[in-house]
């Protein structure tokens, strides 16, 4: 009983314990803020490649473009 009594006393897991529940609440933060900022950097790309194909460069056209002999 007294080693049962030690083992609940004993307070050098605690530490650990604490560094696992911050490891994951930084973890957890890093996972979410990842995906929020990968669906805006998503959309934010989107828009750029619709403004870029609706634009009329004014450019040759798209068959190529080169010198003609």
């Given at each position: 009983m007294s080693k049962f009594v030690a083992f609940l006393k004993d307070e050098s897991g605690a530490s650990a314990a604490e560094y696992v529940l911050i490891l994951a609440?930084?973890?957890s933060a890093i996972a979410?803020?990842?995906l929020a900022f990968g669906n805006s950097i998503g959309g934010a790309l989107d828009k750029a490649a619709a403004v870029m194909n609706a634009a009329?460069?004014?450019g040759a056209p798209a068959?190529?473009?080169g010198a003609t002999p």
């Open positions: 609440i930084i973890g979410g803020s990842a009329d460069f004014g068959g190529g473009g």
